[in-house]
């Protein structure tokens, strides 16, 4: 590389302390140029900041009066990914934006708008995206090694206690205090990686994703928060191909990530631990790499674009914009969440945890089966409207 990336890092805590760690431990192409937090303090990486003489400040404004930097990471509360994602580009940064791009899609246009405006690039950081084996993958999609896409499916169930709801005034709500769409819930935040995989291998080209002809969600709530710990939702692409997407908080058990894709000629599976395999109607095999193992392509790559001064980040806005979309719908299909039943819930006092009784055998069986709950007459389960996007 030609020269060390100056990079600014905006929210230090909560998945920004990933950042923090991976840069001030062993990156030798870039360094950070400063901090920006309202409660730097709170970080386990503070003291370390202070000891290295980082400057840390309170606004991404009070940053750039002060410096500059090449690449922006945006790693804040979701309604603030936009403002500040096109404040660093029109102040001269590149720009990895954490996931998911916006609460709003409104904002994609806007967006993409001050990147081209700019001549920076915005990448949003969906781990899997950016790694050699999802890129091969989706290059052997695109190639038709596995001919035709017919269906796909995804779950993952990990639960959250009540801290994990606690942690910021924002963490399941659907708006800001000033009105800004936040839309968090386990399809916008924890899992939303899941979702938007299952979008993006399905795209047209390497940087898009897919587009949706229509959505029809279940949605439902264990924990005392405005959006949803649980969901069970069918999509249609424009081309008629079914995905299946199940998550939730709500449960006892872990259940790492699965998914199966289904194409003319082959079925792709993956289980926690990897690796992804391609299983061919002949009988051969392919197989790529877990990409759980290189999480932080995302900012490798980013660095790396930043200083060629290239624009080659993978997914970019466009790529992340069907996931926005996307949970838009899945809200408008399922408008008043319900509760689960009082009779289903459970409380493990100890862990703090609000799950609901047989809820992962039953999402479980839906994912074996490719049936949402009301599809298997599941006495509590109620399917919300289809939304037609096209």
Same mark, same amino acid.
């Given at each position: ?42 970080? *386990?990486? !503070? ?86 084996? *999802? ?28 801290? !994990? ?9 659907? !708006?800001? @205090? ?25 795209? @047209? ?51 790492? @990530? ?18 992804? *395999? ?55 299909? *399922? @408008? ?55």
């Amino acid at each position: 590389m030609p020269k060390k990336v100056s990079i600014v890092l905006v929210g230090m805590n909560g998945y920004g302390s990933v950042y923090l760690k991976e840069l001030l431990s062993n990156n030798e192409h870039a360094y950070i140029t400063g901090v920006v937090d309202i409660y730097p303090n709170r970080s *386990v990486y !503070y003291d370390c900041l202070v000891e290295n003489d980082i400057p840390i400040y309170e606004s991404l404004q009070d940053f750039y009066v002060h410096s500059k930097a090449d690449l922006a990471i945006i790693s804040t509360p979701i309604h603030l990914h936009k403002e500040q994602s096109c404040y660093a580009m029109l102040h001269g940064s590149n720009v990895l934006c954490e996931k998911p791009a916006s609460g709003n899609p409104r904002d994609i246009q806007e967006m993409m708008d001050t990147r081209d405006r700019t001549g920076k690039f915005l990448a949003i950081g969906f781990n899997w995206s950016f790694t050699p084996a *999802v890129q091969q993958l989706k290059r052997d999609i695109l190639d038709g090694a596995f001919g035709k896409p017919k269906r796909l499916k995804s779950i993952v169930l990990w639960p959250r206690d009540e801290d !994990y709801y606690n942690r910021s005034s924002w963490a399941g709500k659907k !708006y800001s @205090p000033n009105g800004d769409m936040i839309f968090d819930s386990v399809a916008n935040n924890a899992t939303s990686h899941h979702l938007h995989h299952l979008l993006y291998l399905l795209g @047209p080209t390497l940087d898009t994703s897919c587009q949706l002809k229509d959505v029809t969600s279940e949605l439902y709530r264990a924990n005392k928060i405005e959006t949803f710990d649980t969901c069970a939702v069918r999509l249609h692409t424009k081309d008629e191909v079914e995905i299946l997407y199940f998550a939730s908080h709500a449960v006892h058990k872990v259940y790492q @990530p699965h998914y199966e894709l289904e194409f003319e000629r082959a079925t792709i599976s993956y289980k926690d631990g990897g690796p992804i *395999v391609a299983h061919f109607d002949d009988g051969s095999t392919k197989k790529y790499d877990d990409p759980e193992n290189n999480k932080l392509a995302k900012l490798q790559i980013c660095i790396e674009a930043t200083a060629n001064q290239h624009h080659h980040i993978l997914c970019g806005i466009e790529a992340a914009s069907t996931h926005v979309y996307s949970i838009k719908a899945i809200h408008e299909s *399922v @408008p008043d969440i319900p509760d689960f039943p009082d009779n289903l819930m459970m409380f493990d006092q100890h862990h703090k945890l609000h799950w609901i009784d047989d809820l992962d055998k039953i999402l479980l069986n839906g994912y074996e089966e490719w049936k949402l709950p009301s599809d298997m007459n599941i006495e509590w389960s109620k399917r919300g409207k289809k939304i037609e996007l096209i």
